[in-house]
């Protein structure tokens, strides 16, 4: 089992910027990628950006340029840096780690509690 614990939401004014850390702990054999998705009121669960054990990045098109992901492996430990942040960036911020779960090594996905973003106009 993976626990994600999350932290950094809270209310920004638009064009400001803002830091989501999630910290991965637990038993595992290893986190093949972590990552952050979104979900604004009406609308489906989305990815913002996913970094992999390698370091390979992907970022929703919607984010490319204002959001940068980081990870420290040793600290299992995922950062989002939002800047120049929009009113559509408004939505709860869920962390995901894709892991090798104990004892049967399948690969699993798990997700935090997730943390509210607002960006005011």
């Known amino acids: 089992q993976v626990q994600l614990v999350e932290s950094g939401g809270g209310l920004v004014q638009a064009g400001g910027s803002l830091s989501l850390p999630c910290a991965a702990s637990g038993s595992f054999f290893s986190i093949n990628a972590l990552g952050w998705f979104r979900q604004a009121p009406g609308k489906q669960r989305e990815l913002v950006a996913r970094v992999t054990s390698g370091g390979s990045t992907n970022y929703a098109d919607s984010v490319k340029g204002r959001f940068t992901i980081s990870r420290d492996n040793a600290k299992n430990t995922v950062y989002l840096q939002m800047n120049s942040m929009k009113p559509e960036d408004t939505a709860v911020y869920y962390c995901?780690?894709?892991?090798?779960?104990?004892?049967?090594?399948?690969?699993?996905?798990?997700w935090g509690k997730g943390t509210l973003v607002t960006v005011s106009s």
């Open positions: 995901n780690a894709n892991a090798r779960r104990k004892p049967d090594y399948m690969l699993v996905d798990y």
